[in-house]
């Protein structure tokens, strides 16, 4: 590998600066290049430079070992991490924390380790979001013509928004986990029951969006057919099987089971099924008496549109919206219809054309953009810029200027409510002199 500095050049460079502040200063490329190759207490030799006392390798390992994880380490030591990145330290860390070296991180053998311990693929995902990104990454990636492209790390084949991902790996190694609910896509099982001599005897094919609630209906309901049959042939041998790998869409779902039942029917199977296949079954439904103790938590209608939409669009569907938002108050929002002069008048108190938009936004910067009237507002804020404004300035005398401080009585007052007389004082440097007589409690002459 060709460096761009040798050593000599860089010794040369930071001894052209004067110090290592210098350094980092002018030539920012060269300072980073030092503490990458090693540099630092050479140059700090030569150069007699004691000013800056940077952390050692063995003060950056224990303070890594202290915080516990890398990410502690990254967040609470920042500068120590970048210097460890610099010197070339993470291996060291890594194996004094516990963890694979880096460029090892996420290979095939730790992707499928780490999903070996998850039940579920949320489960996965919440253990290590890491592994679970670079599984799905893996691939493989197919073109438009088919070809099965291989994912490699920086592989740049990988980034081209023409190829689609088959997620090959992915379902590979989360083959064993337990498939979660879709309200929308199915999953489609089959409950196979053997008789006593361990024959095919009958068989149900179902399919649902939670296969763990479609198994306490099939137990635990009194019209349920699994039930009802494991009930009527208690020696019966009966296993469940997961007839597809993920969640279909449900049309595909429909025809699937239809599919499935035609198989196991010409397989010689008993079908328990007594509904039409086709049916998608029931979603996850909510009971009105639910739905009626949420909106009984609110008492105004844009609080319960906010924070409850899910239950609002059930609402409207059933037609029960009005019903059980009767007791809830109406937000009537208030509205204020401001003149003209107002409008100019409140202009001419902020101190630029931005300021009045930040603080009017909603109500008379708005107001005036409807009437067309911007253009006056402006007008306002290019007066102060103007010649004529800057003669009136010139009418304040600095005995005037130091009268209207006393009469504020208080400095921060005068600051606040006098702001163009403010700045005519800031730039006569009057300000200390206004600053003793106020302290001092000096009023200004009385008229006579």
């Not at 991902?165 to 489609?188: A, Q, S, Y």
């Not at 939670?210 to 042939?233: A, Q």
């Not at 906010?306 to 938002?325: D, Q």
């Amino acid at each position: 590998m060709k460096r761009k500095y040798s050593d000599e050049e860089i010794i040369n460079i930071a001894l052209s600066c004067g110090s290592i502040v210098k350094l980092r200063r002018q030539n920012f490329k060269v300072y980073l290049l030092m503490y990458k190759w090693g540099l630092t207490e050479k140059i700090r030799e030569i150069t007699n430079d004691t000013r800056i006392i940077r952390y050692n390798d063995n003060d950056i390992i224990q303070t890594a070992i202290n915080c516990g994880t890398m990410g502690n380490f990254f967040k609470n030591h920042r500068k120590k991490y970048n210097d460890a990145h610099y010197r070339k330290l993470m291996p060291i860390i890594r194996e004094k924390l516990g963890l694979p070296l880096e460029g090892f991180k996420y290979n095939d053998e730790r992707l499928r380790e780490i999903a070996s311990k998850c039940t579920t693929k949320k489960d996965f995902e919440i253990t290590s979001i890491g592994a679970y990104s670079a599984a799905i990454k893996r691939g493989p990636y197919t073109d438009k013509n088919g070809n099965i492209i291989y994912y490699v790390k920086g592989n740049p084949l990988a980034n081209y928004k023409g190829l689609i991902n088959t997620h090959g790996f992915f379902n590979d190694i989360c083959k064993h986990m337990l498939p979660m609910g879709n309200l929308n896509n199915r999953l489609i099982y089959v409950f196979k029951f053997y008789d006593d001599n361990g024959k095919n005897h009958s068989a149900y094919i179902g399919l649902t969006y939670n296969i763990n609630k479609r198994n306490d209906g099939h137990f635990n309901d009194k019209k349920s057919t699994v039930g009802n049959f494991i009930k009527e042939n208690p020696t019966f041998r009966y296993e469940q099987e997961i007839l597809t790998d993920n969640f279909v869409t449900p049309d595909v779902a429909k025809r699937l089971e239809e599919e499935y039942i035609q198989k196991f029917k010409n397989e010689g199977w008993y079908i328990l099924n007594i509904a039409r296949s086709g049916g998608l079954g029931s979603g996850k439904k909510i009971k009105n008496e639910d739905l009626k103790k949420v909106t009984e938590k609110y008492n105004n209608v844009y609080d319960f549109v906010r924070k409850e939409p899910n239950v609002t669009r059930i609402l409207c569907k059933r037609g029960l919206y009005k019903e059980y938002t009767q007791h809830m108050k109406k937000r009537i929002k208030e509205f204020k219809l401001y003149t003209e002069d107002e409008i100019l008048s409140a202009a001419k108190e902020c101190s630029s054309y931005k300021d009045f938009i930040l603080k009017y936004r909603t109500t008379m910067y708005e107001q005036s953009r409807r009437r067309n009237r911007l253009q006056k507002i402006q007008d306002v804020f290019n007066y102060q810029k103007s010649i004529d404004y800057k003669l009136e300035r010139q009418r304040y005398s600095d005995d005037d200027i130091i009268s209207t401080a006393l009469e504020c009585g208080v400095y921060e007052m005068f600051r606040k409510q006098q702001k163009n007389i403010y700045e005519l004082a800031r730039k006569r440097k009057l300000l200390p002199i206004i600053k003793e007589l106020l302290q001092k409690n000096v009023r200004p002459p009385q008229e006579v």
